[in-house]
Antibody, heavy 116, light 110 residues
Framework: EVQVVESGGGLVQPGGSLRLSCAASGLTFNNCKMTWVRQAPGKGLEWVANIKQDGSEKNYVDSVKGRFTISRDNAKNSLYLQMNSLRVEDTAVYYC?????????WGQGTLVTVSS | QSVLAQPPSVSAAPGQKVTISCSGSSSNIGNNFVSWYQQFPETAPKLLIYENNKRPSGIPDRFSGSKSGTSATLDITGLQTGDEADYYCLTWDSSLRAGVFGGGTKLTVL
């Protein structure tokens, strides 16, 4: 059974940092392109960042460039999102998505709240 | 303001057909594959369609996708009350070098 589990969310003050993790099992992780997607309360889905299977290419939405860093550890079947200089508008549920050859697995999400 | 335009809401009666549109440009839909997702409240999105018109295993053939030029559509036939959800299109934008979602469409089955 495939499992994708995010962790690391929580309450942080504006300007603070958080590191999200995503642990995947039951799939060939190093064959998967990995993506972070977020959803602000009551809003639609927003693509945040992705990383190629071997980590050689990373892409980001403009609003997080220079603040967020996506990374992966294929030996640990894990994906990460280092979030710095957090803003109130970064408040959202953050989902991890694993994509490979027409299959697509998502975690349950982890809530990040940026508030003073 | 999303790069991809979807109608905020659509509605139809049980058993009927509904079409959800997703309009973009040559930098996104025009030159990249489109996926469609279904999302129920407080749950993760579920892939319905990938590469414009392919269905993952387990997705009923009531759901179909197509693409023409810079627009894509999701058709749902034989509507059921259980289809009431939010639907999103997703594609890659070659100019932004980022993925882009449509704003989402809320489907109501009357």
């Amino acid at each position: 059974e495939v499992q994708v589990v995010e962790s690391g969310g929580g309450l942080v003050q504006p300007g603070g940092s958080l590191r999200l993790s995503c642990a995947a099992s039951g799939l060939t992780f190093n064959n998967c392109k990995m993506t972070w997607v977020r959803q602000a309360p009551g809003k639609g889905l927003e693509w945040v960042a992705n990383i190629k299977q071997d980590g050689s290419e990373k892409n980001y939405v403009d609003s997080v460039k220079g603040r967020f860093t996506i990374s992966r550890d294929n030996a640990k079947n894990s994906l990460y999102l280092q979030m710095n200089s957090l803003r109130v508008e970064d408040t959202a549920v953050y989902y991890c998505r694993a994509k490979s050859s027409g299959v697509d697995y998502w975690g349950q999400g982890t809530l990040v709240t940026v508030s003073s | 303001q999303s790069v991809l335009a979807q109608p905020p809401s659509v509605s139809a009666a049980p058993g009927q057909k509904v079409t959800i549109s997703c309009s973009g440009s040559s930098s996104n839909i025009g030159n990249n594959f489109v996926s469609w997702y279904q999302q129920f409240p407080e749950t993760a999105p579920k892939l319905l369609i990938y590469e414009n018109n392919k269905r993952p295993s387990g997705i009923p053939d009531r759901f179909s996708g197509s693409k023409s030029g810079t627009s894509a559509t999701l058709d749902i036939t034989g509507l059921q009350t259980g289809d009431e959800a939010d639907y999103y299109c997703l594609t890659w934008d070659s100019s932004l070098r980022a993925g882009v979602f449509g704003g989402g469409t809320k489907l109501t089955v009357l």
